[in-house]
C-alpha cells in the first residue's frame, strides 16, 4: 500500500529541486545550490522507495534479495552527505576546495564501504526479514548498519551546527521560521538515523533484519519529510503572503477613493481612461491610475 505522505513529500522534493536546478542554470547555479539539490533528488528518491511497492518490484525483477533496501539507505547516505556539502560550500571561502573534496570523497567511501558489507553479509529474504548466511554475514550486517547511521549522523550534527548558526544570524522573521524548521527537520532525521542502531544490535545477535520499516521509524521518516515540506516552502508561502496584503491594502485604497472619483469623473470626463476597466488582480496599477488619472501628472515625473 502507498504511504499517501511519503509519496507526496517524494514527488514534491524531485519537482521542485528539478524545476529549481534548471531555474538557476539561466542566472548561473552555485555550488550550494546544485549540492541541495543533489539532496532533494536523492532524498525524494528514497522516500518514493520508501513510499510503495517499488522496493519490493526491484527485488523481484532483479532477484536480488534486500537491493532496494540497499539502495534506499544509499540514497539516505548520499542525501545526508549533499547536505553537509551544501552546509560545508556556504560556511567556507570559494578558494578553499580541500574541505569539499574531502567531503566529496566521504560520502563515496562510505557508499562503497557499505555496498561491500552488504555483499559480504550475502543477504537471503525469509518471512520479510532479511537473513545474512555464512559466517561473517551477521557481522558484515552489522557493519553495513553502522557505516550508514554512523556517517548519516555525522552530517546531520554537521548541518545542526550551521543551521543553528544562521537562525542567529537571520535579519527577517520569515528566513528565521524557515532556518528553525530546517533546524527541526535534521534533529528529527538525527532521532530517525540513531533508530538504527537498534538495528546493529539486532543484526549482531541474530543476523536477522526487517525488510521494511518499522512503525516507528516511518512516523519519524514521515514527521521529518512533512518537516523538510514546511522549511522548503516558508519563504514561498510568506512571498505570497506580502503579495496578498499589498493587494489587499491597494484594494482597499482603491475603493475608499470611490466617491471622490466619480465627482471628479463627473466634473472632467476626459480623465477618464479610454482602455475599459482594468483587471481585478491589478490593484495596485487600479490604485495608481485612480490617484493620478489620465491628463494628471505624478510627482515623479
Known sequence: MTD????????FLLGLSTYRFFAGRHRGTTPALRYTCCFAWCFGASLALMAGRTGADIDHGTGLAGLSWMLTDHLKTGSAGFLALAAVSLR???????????????????????????????????DGQLVATGGAGPAALAGYDLVNVGYVVGCLVTLLRQTLFWTRQADTAALRTALVLITLTAAVGLLWTAWGVDDVLGALRSGRQQST??????????LCAVL????????????????????????????????????????????????????????????????????????DT
Do not use: K, M, N
Open 213 to 222: 520499516e518499522d512503525p516507528v521509524s516511518l512516523a519519524l521518516g514521515r
Open 92 to 126: 567556507r571561502p570559494a578558494a578553499d576546495a580541500r574541505a569539499l573534496r574531502r567531503r566529496q570523497a566521504g560520502v563515496a567511501l562510505a557508499v562503497l564501504a557499505a555496498t561491500v558489507l552488504f555483499l559480504l553479509a550475502r543477504i537471503t529474504e525469509v
Open 228 to 299: 523538510l515540506l514546511a522549511g522548503a516552502t516558508t519563504l514561498l508561502w510568506a512571498r505570497a503572503g506580502r503579495a496578498a496584503r499589498r493587494w489587499r491594502a491597494a484594494y482597499r485604497s482603491y475603493r475608499s477613493l470611490g466617491p471622490l472619483w466619480r465627482a471628479l469623473h463627473a466634473a472632467f470626463p476626459q480623465i477618464a481612461l479610454s482602455a475599459g476597466p482594468l483587471p481585478f488582480a491589478d490593484a495596485e496599477l487600479a490604485l495608481y491610475r485612480r490617484v493620478y488619472p489620465c491628463g494628471t501628472r505624478s510627482p
Open 4 to 11: 499517501p505522505v511519503l509519496a507526496c513529500a517524494a514527488v
